[in-house]
């Protein structure tokens, strides 16, 4: 990974870090997730880059090295959608085929829709896209302690994760969602009690991994990536046509606890999701987790690779 070089854009006011490796007509944008950052998209820049194509990876605004926003509380996920549009202008790129994990799939599926001539493909690993006209309810069906609850609520994510080092922060959620069950607190307990501190981490990430992602976050902390995309993901962002009219591709893992949210599994299998994005294959990885890219990057960087040289 040494051969991945690093910049900062000026972008909206902000430096954004990028990470960069490759070249040639055909780029390819990583976005992240969380607790995540450039870093998780490492085999696969590497494994793209190889492929002949220009891969690019951004820290999202607050999160790694790229600024903080002002007023992190203030942040909001159409930043995302703004500050990719600027960046690809910043960098003289027209077109892109983006790669989304988690909510960076969300953001990679909006962006599609805002900037469709922007955009030559998709890949989203773990989240489906959904128009606002087909909710899903999963909330409804999840006790108070459901982790998204928690940290949706002003301050108690922050106090929970205050008590730790941004290490050992990032160390207890990679445990927790790399396990196929919900992460759901007692009634009297916070999410970051659910991990007993002598729980090893995954056999896939190392120490190293863990000590990278622990010192980007110790810059950044967790103000914004809190607020985006826990407290913004409602937003209206004035889209009226939710079909993606782009090539796509789901890469979602059957031990992914997202998958086990209400009505998920049945969205992605019986198809319905298709009739939002037309143009969707779907490959679901029997063994696969919710950090499946990093999990498994053999085999995600063959699905990534064979999907874009499709798409050129």
Do not use: C
């Amino acid at each position: 990974m040494d051969q991945i070089q690093h910049k900062f854009i000026e972008v909206r006011g902000l430096k954004l870090h990028v990470a960069e490796i490759g070249s040639g007509p055909n780029v390819v944008v990583f976005l992240h997730g969380f607790p995540e950052i450039w870093y998780s998209w490492r085999h696969q820049m590497v494994a793209v880059a190889e492929g002949g194509f220009r891969a690019l990876a951004p820290d999202f605004r607050g999160y790694g090295l790229s600024d903080l926003p002002l007023e992190p509380e203030k942040a909001s996920f159409a930043d995302l959608l703004k500050d990719l549009d600027a960046l690809l202008d910043a960098l003289d790129i027209d077109k892109v085929f983006l790669v989304g994990k988690d909510f960076g799939a969300a953001a990679a599926y909006l962006f599609s829709l805002l900037h469709k001539e922007r955009v030559q493909g998709v890949v989203s690993l773990g989240i489906p896209h959904r128009s606002p006209s087909y909710p899903l309810t999963y909330h409804e069906h999840l006790p108070e302690g459901f982790y998204v609850s928690r940290w949706q609520e002003p301050g108690r994510a922050e106090a929970d994760f205050g008590r730790l080092d941004a290490k050992t922060v990032v160390r207890n959620i990679y445990i927790l969602f790399s396990r196929s069950e919900i992460p759901i607190a007692e009634e009297n307990q916070e999410i970051m009690d659910i991990v007993n501190p002598s729980t090893p981490l995954p056999p896939w990430f190392t120490e190293r991994d863990l000590e990278e992602y622990g010192s980007l976050y110790q810059k950044s902390g967790f103000r914004t990536a809190l607020k985006v995309p826990y407290r913004s993901y409602k937003e209206d962002h004035g889209i009226t046509d939710y079909i993606i009219k782009v090539p796509a591709l789901l890469v979602m893992g059957e031990k992914d606890y997202v998958f086990k949210f209400a009505g998920m599994e049945e969205y992605i299998r019986s198809g319905k999701v298709k009739e939002f994005v037309p143009q969707l294959e779907i490959v679901f990885s029997p063994e696969g987790t919710h950090f499946i890219q990093e999990q498994s990057p053999g085999e995600v960087n063959q699905l990534i690779l064979d999907f874009l040289k499709r798409h050129i």
